[in-house]
């Protein structure tokens, strides 16, 4: 017999809540950034994605309710900076405050690497400029793709992980 069915042990497995399910998937972390002249935010994100080689195009799953997407939804373009270890209290200021009430990049002092209107955050590992493609509603956030239009290498650091609902250096 090949595969379990309901009530097989699993050996070696422990069930869990299928909604922990993202808890036990090693993620990157990054912040997904955008302005459009007047204004300008990031917010740190861990469910992103690569989803096609050729064109070179991500997914970022978004919150509608986060002020990023307020700036982003009427922008052509994004930013995505991939952050490194000694990157953590970035990822906590921009993950944790929001563009709402607060300059987070005055709050994490850092003076964003601006790639026309789209604010960057330097010393990341690397950074990209998207192009917003389709945004699909699922669950309870949106799936944003993106073709990435513009890529820069950048700090050779080892890259944060989001893993068992905390960041790792
Ligand atoms: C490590 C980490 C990963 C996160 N990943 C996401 C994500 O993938 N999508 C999302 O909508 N929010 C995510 N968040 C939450 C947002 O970053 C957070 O709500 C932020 O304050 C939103 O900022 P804004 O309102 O300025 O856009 C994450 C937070 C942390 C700390």
Not at 100 to 120: H, I, N, Q, R
């Amino acid at each position: 017999m090949c595969g379990a069915t309901d009530g097989d042990v699993m050996k070696g497995f422990v069930e869990m809540d299928a909604g922990d399910a993202p808890k036990k998937m090693p993620l990157p972390v990054v912040v997904v950034s955008a302005g459009d002249g007047k204004r300008m935010n990031g917010m740190t994100a861990a469910w992103i994605t690569q989803v096609s080689a050729e064109p070179p195009m991500i997914m970022v799953a978004i919150r509608k309710s986060r002020y990023t997407w307020e700036i982003m939804k009427d922008t052509e373009l994004f930013g995505i900076s991939v952050l490194g270890a000694g990157q953590k209290k970035i990822a906590e200021i921009f993950g944790t405050m929001s563009g709402m009430d607060t300059d987070k990049f005055g709050e994490a002092g850092v003076e964003p690497v601006m790639a026309g209107d789209v604010p960057l955050i330097p010393g990341s590992i690397s950074a990209f400029v998207c192009r917003k493609g389709d945004v699909f509603e699922e669950g309870d956030h949106l799936a944003v793709f993106g073709d990435v239009i513009k890529a820069w290498a950048g700090d050779d650091s080892r890259p944060l992980m989001w893993y068992d609902w905390s960041i790792k250096e």
